[in-house]
């Protein structure tokens, strides 16, 4: 059996130990002959031979074990030697040769220990941008030369002291020591940022990247390592959620919200088992005649007492803390058996990828049709990017599956991640919804309408139905008219309405145009409004 060099080096601890006890023994018996010397007359009377072979044979046997415990030490030695590049290579990522998580944890430790407000030290998380798309589109080879040049460009404006460390993954820390404000700390983010402007050479091709970073001081945002990691960990993700390639600063205001989504968590949860859940329906006209095609799906929560919490703030709680499918499935379920009601309008649902990888999603949507009794030919899923860029594969089969039942398949917030134009060769989606963020630009910038009108035209050469979201003006309804754009949803039309408020508007016939009219602009929704909207 091979053992490990730890337990080698105990094992010949234990071994050296006993040697040396031995040599403690060894080294009485000289001292007890040469005693026995001094009494020689009187002892040699008594037994002459037993102690002239004592004489001999107690030098010789220290010696002899003199040389065994040097022997001993020796192999201790080069054990030792052993062990401590074991713990050095195990302290250092192979990768990037920075020190890993583990190793930079205890760096971090020490570096806390002996901070103070007159000496802080301070901690910079670090992301690289859409790094899965990375590995995804040019291959794990490609990643990794990422890493390590990330790694050598960072290194390369620190200052001598700091400390660089990659955790895994994508993700790096820098702690930087002897820092003595806020103002330092910014000037090493913007250095790290200019280093990255030049394209990494990936060997299959060279790419522009970016890095996000979330910085924390110590001891003003944590006191321990521990905590100071939970800010810098916190301020990255305010950055990346405020549009990636940048940096921010903790503040207190961060930690109360993460308290606040401890909160929600807990409150979603229940409000999921206690059906206090609504969905609103927000219309999806035809380009052309103005009708009513279909409805989105859109979920709200009023909470009992922070009010309403958008689902932007809790559908990614939901997604982290596990609940984002019993949620899903709720929503299906109602918007399944709200819409037999419209039996001549399609029903759109968004889908969050969490949900979308979950092992038996195509049997959970047939079982929830067949229960309601709707009609797959009427429903659309929406998909956003993140569920093709993990397991393209599987994401590829469940789409057919899904299609094969007869729902039409939907690419979501289309041109705002990161290269839809791949997905959109691979996967067999059968419409697109523009990123309301072009049609915002739209008016200030000349280059969107040209994107705009490229998405349009490839959308149509591919077969697909083209949805723009988030229209809010006339302009912005003749403009797509013009360039031949299949839907428009947005608040020009309908904010998101309850079920009731569309059962109304339905029997007054609001939506839906003369028959063989020419395409007309309807009023604005304010004109309209004669009922509240959800
Ligand atoms: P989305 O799927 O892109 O939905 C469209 C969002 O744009 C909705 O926000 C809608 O109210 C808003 N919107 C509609 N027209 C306009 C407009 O003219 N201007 C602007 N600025 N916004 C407009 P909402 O309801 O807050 O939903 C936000 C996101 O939350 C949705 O984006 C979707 O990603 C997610 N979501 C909503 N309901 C569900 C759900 O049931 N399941 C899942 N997985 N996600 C959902
Ligand atoms: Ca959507
Ligand atoms: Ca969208």
Request: charged content about 20%.
């Amino acid at each position: 059996m091979k053992r490990s060099p730890a337990a080698k080096l105990s094992a010949a601890r234990g071994g050296a130990k006993l040697a040396q006890a031995a040599l403690i023994a060894c080294a009485l018996l000289p001292a007890l002959s040469l005693l026995c010397l001094r009494l020689q007359p009187a002892l040699l009377r008594v037994s002459g031979p037993t102690v002239q072979l004592l004489l001999v044979i107690v030098p010789l046997s220290s010696f002899l074990l003199a040389v065994f415990l040097w022997k001993a030490r020796f192999h201790i030695t080069q054990l030792e030697a052993q062990q401590a590049e074991v713990i050095h290579k195990a302290g250092v990522d192979p990768l990037s040769g920075l020190p890993n998580r583990l190793f930079f944890q205890q760096l971090l430790d020490d570096a806390v220990a002996q901070s103070s407000p007159e000496a802080p030290i301070a901690l910079i998380a670090i992301d690289i941008d859409n790094f899965k798309c990375v590995n995804d589109g040019h291959g794990h080879g490609a990643g990794d030369r990422l890493i390590t040049g990330i790694a050598k460009r960072i290194r390369r404006v620190t200052r001598e002291g700091d400390c660089l460390a990659r955790l895994g993954g994508d993700e790096f820390a820098l702690m930087l020591v002897n820092v003595e404000n806020a103002v330092q700390c910014a000037a090493m983010a913007h250095r790290i940022h200019d280093a990255m402007v030049a394209p990494f050479d990936l060997g299959s091709a060279q790419l522009f990247v970016t890095v996000s970073l979330g910085v924390a001081m110590c001891p003003q945002d944590g006191s321990t390592a521990e905590t100071l990691a939970q800010a810098a960990d916190l301020a990255l993700y305010r950055a990346k959620h405020e549009g990636r390639n940048r940096f921010a600063f903790f503040d207190k205001a961060m930690e109360q919200k993460l308290h606040l989504g401890k909160t929600i968590a807990d409150d979603l949860r229940a409000a999921i088992v206690r059906d206090e859940l609504t969905i609103a329906y927000q219309p999806l006209l035809s380009s052309c005649g103005m009708r009513m095609q279909g409805l989105e799906a859109l979920v709200r929560w009023q909470h009992p007492e922070l009010g309403p919490v958008p689902p932007e703030d809790f559908i990614p709680l939901a997604e982290s803390r596990g609940l984002v499918v019993p949620l899903g499935e709720w929503v299906l379920r109602r918007a399944c058996s709200d819409a037999r009601r419209w039996p001549h309008l399609r029903i759109a649902v968004n889908v969050s990828p969490v949900q979308f990888r979950q092992r038996g999603f195509v049997a959970k949507v047939k079982s929830i049709l067949e229960a309601t009794g709707f009609d797959p030919n009427r429903l659309d899923l929406e998909l956003t990017e993140g569920v093709l860029i993990q397991d393209a594969e599987q994401a590829e089969n469940v789409i057919m599956e899904l299609r094969a039942l007869g729902i039409r398949m939907g690419l979501d917030d289309f041109g705002s991640g990161y290269s839809s134009m791949i997905y959109l060769r691979r996967f067999a989606f059968d419409k697109i919804k523009i990123d309301r963020a072009f049609l915002a630009s739209l008016e200030t910038n000349g280059e969107g309408a040209i994107i705009l009108e490229s998405i349009i035209s490839l959308g149509h050469a591919l077969g697909l139905t083209v949805t723009a979201e988030g229209v809010e003006s006339a302009d912005q309804v003749e403009f797509l008219q013009k360039l031949g754009c299949d839907e428009l949803q947005g608040y020009f039309f309908d904010p998101p309405l309850s079920a009731e408020v569309i059962d109304e508007r339905l029997s007054m016939n609001a939506w839906v145009a003369p028959a063989a009219e020419e395409p007309r602009l309807p009023a604005p929704v304010e004109a309209r409004r004669g009922v509240s909207a959800a």
